[in-house]
């Protein structure tokens, strides 16, 4: 199973409790194979409305592609690890500038899993 928690810098005392099961932090600081780029990032945030965020998500799922048609087997290795155990994709969202969780870039990367793994069980988070 592959889904996706929120990351907190402080956690706060009202916050669901960790996820039980694989956690990965794939914000874009890190070298996870689903993380996307800081300039991505850095330019939806700074205009976060509806056309911002399309322009990131065509951004990102080419970035996704790209990586997939490059070397796939990152993918496949996740893959293969939520296929054996609970895999959480990690980020910061919802935020004050993104509270929307499907404008996360972990929701695009469960749809994207789903696409190219379509007998992984993937769970998208309540919105």
Not at 26 to 55: C, W
Not at 61 to 89: I, M, P, Q
Request: charged share 25%; net charge neutral.
């Amino acid at each position: 199973m592959i889904s996706r928690y929120t990351i907190y810098r402080r956690r706060p005392p009202d916050a669901s409790p960790l996820p039980q099961g694989i956690r990965q932090d794939t914000r874009h600081r890190t070298k996870h194979i689903v993380r996307p780029t800081q300039m991505m990032v850095v330019a939806y945030l700074a205009d976060p409305n509806e056309t911002g965020f399309s322009t990131f998500q065509a951004s990102y799922r080419e970035l996704l592609t790209a990586r997939w048609n490059d070397d796939r087997s990152e993918f496949d290795n996740l893959a293969e690890l939520a296929f054996n155990e609970d895999v959480y994709l990690g980020c910061s969202c919802p935020t004050k500038k993104n509270p929307d969780v499907r404008h996360c870039h972990t929701w695009m990367a469960l749809q994207f899993m789903a696409e190219k793994f379509p007998d992984l069980e993937v769970i998208f988070p309540e919105k």
